[in-house]
């Protein structure tokens, strides 16, 4: 079974830097887009970043400059560094990928990690 986690999630103040990780496990041929997307409290999921199997990315406007995608396809990872966070961040962050296996090709969603931005 394919499975996607996010870790490093937690509470930081105004200004502070976090860096999440998403970890894909499972039967696994290859990945495609990696993503996170991110929901706050009454607020549609959106997406905040982006990056094909090629390298390329595309970011949220409010997030350019200030958060960063990166993947390592050898160990499956997709991670996102967050730096100078501001509340209007906090939000349950979302890891999202394209996977194909030897059967098919599906899009997961990993579990949510929270990430909580005081003022």
């Known amino acids: 079974q394919v499975q996607l986690v996010e870790s490093g999630g937690g509470l930081v103040q105004a200004g502070g830097s976090l860096r999440l990780s998403c970890a894909a496990s499972?039967?696994?041929?290859?990945?495609?887009?990696m993503a996170w997307y991110r929901q706050a409290p009454g607020k549609q999921r959106e997406l905040v970043a982006d990056?094909?199997?090629?390298?390329?990315?595309k970011y949220e406007d409010s997030v350019k400059g200030r958060f960063t995608i990166s993947r390592d396809d050898a160990k499956k990872t997709v991670a996102l560094e967050m730096s100078s966070l501001k509340p209007e961040d906090t939000a349950a962050y979302y890891c999202?990928?394209?996977?194909?296996?030897?059967?098919?090709?599906?899009?997961?969603w990993g579990q949510g990690t929270q990430v909580t931005v005081s003022s």
């Open positions: 990056i094909r199997s090629g390298g390329s990315t």
């Open positions: 499972g039967i696994i041929s290859s990945i495609g887009t």
């Open positions: 999202n990928a394209d996977i194909r296996s030897v059967w098919s090709t599906k899009t997961y």
